[in-house]
C-alpha cells in the first residue's frame, strides 16, 4: 500500500513538473516580430520631422551624423532621458538623414492602447527591460542579420539625473551573437547622447544630439563571451559618457 501510495505521489509529481515545463517554454517561445509601414511610417516621420519638434523645441542640434553607416547592421545606441528620445532619434538618424528606417526596440510597458499599435506599424517591438527574453533576443539578431539600423537604449529605462546609469549588458550579448553567427557581418554599435536643456523636457528647451564614433563588434570577439560582453559595454559607456560631456 505504502508504495502504490509513493508511485502515485511520483507519478503527480511527474505531472506537474512536467505540466510547468511546458507552461515556461510556451510563454518563452511567443514570437516577438515588427514592421515597417510603407505609408504609416513616412507619415509620422514627417509629422514629426516639420511640425510636432520645431513646434515643442526651440532648437534641435545634431553632431556627428557622418559617424553613422548608410548601409549594414547597425545600432544605434542612444542614452535615455525622454520619451521624446524616439523621436528625436528619427530626427537625427531616420530615413531622410541616412536613406533607411530604423527599428525600436521599446519597454513593453509602452507597446500598449494607440501608442503601442502605432510602434508596432514604424518597426517597434517589446522587450521586458527587467527580464530579456529569448524571444526579443531572437528577433533583433534576425534583423541585425538581415542589415538593419536599429534603436537601442542600452540604459534600459528614463533616467533623468544628467548621468550615465551603468548600461545593461543585453545589447552587448545580442551584438556578439550576431557577429558570431554571422562572421563578416561588421556590426557597428554607435553611441549617442541625447540632451535637453531642462531635466524634464518642456515646451521651448533645446535638444542636443551628439552621435559618436562606431565601435566594431568583430574587435570583441576574440574573448570568450563573457568577458567579450563586459569589454564591449564598458567601452560603449565610456564613449556614451565623453559625449555626453561635450
Known amino acids: 500500500?505504502?508504495?502504490?501510495?509513493?508511485?502515485?505521489?511520483?507519478?503527480t509529481l511527474t505531472t506537474v513538473v512536467e505540466t510547468t515545463s511546458q507552461t515556461a517554454t510556451s510563454a518563452k517561445v511567443v514570437p516577438v516580430t515588427s514592421r515597417v509601414s510603407r505609408w504609416l511610417t513616412p507619415f509620422l516621420d514627417s509629422l514629426g520631422r516639420y511640425l510636432l519638434l520645431p513646434l515643442y523645441f526651440r532648437r534641435l542640434q545634431v553632431t556627428g551624423q557622418e559617424n553613422i553607416p548608410k548601409t549594414g547592421s547597425v545600432i544605434l545606441a542612444p542614452t535615455h532621458r525622454s520619451r521624446w528620445d524616439g523621436l528625436v532619434m528619427v530626427y537625427a538618424a531616420g530615413k531622410p538623414v541616412t536613406g533607411r528606417n530604423l527599428r525600436f526596440m521599446i519597454s513593453q510597458d509602452e507597446m500598449k492602447g494607440l501608442q503601442g499599435w502605432l510602434l508596432r506599424r514604424v518597426g517597434g517591438f517589446p522587450v521586458?527591460?527587467?527580464?530579456?527574453?529569448?524571444?526579443t533576443i531572437r528577433h533583433s539578431v534576425e534583423l541585425l542579420r538581415d542589415g538593419e539600423a536599429m534603436v537601442m537604449f542600452p540604459e534600459g529605462n528614463i533616467y533623468r539625473h544628467g548621468q550615465i546609469n551603468p548600461l545593461k549588458p543585453g545589447m552587448a550579448r545580442i551584438a556578439l551573437q550576431v557577429e558570431s553567427s554571422q562572421p563578416g557581418v561588421e556590426l557597428k554599435i554607435?553611441?549617442?547622447?541625447i540632451r535637453y536643456s531642462h531635466p524634464i523636457p518642456h515646451w521651448g528647451c533645446d535638444v542636443k544630439i551628439n552621435i559618436g564614433t562606431p565601435l566594431n563588434v568583430?574587435?570583441?570577439?576574440?574573448?570568450?563571451?563573457?568577458?567579450?560582453?563586459?569589454?564591449?559595454?564598458?567601452?560603449?559607456?565610456?564613449?556614451m559618457t565623453k559625449l555626453d560631456r561635450d
Open 128 to 135: 521586458n527591460t527587467k527580464q530579456l527574453g529569448v524571444s
Open 218 to 239: 568583430a574587435n570583441y570577439s576574440t574573448k570568450s563571451t563573457k568577458k567579450s560582453a563586459q569589454q564591449l559595454t564598458s567601452d560603449l559607456e565610456i564613449a
Open 190 to 193: 554607435v553611441p549617442i547622447s
Open 1 to 11: 500500500m505504502m508504495q502504490l501510495q509513493a508511485r502515485e505521489q511520483i507519478q
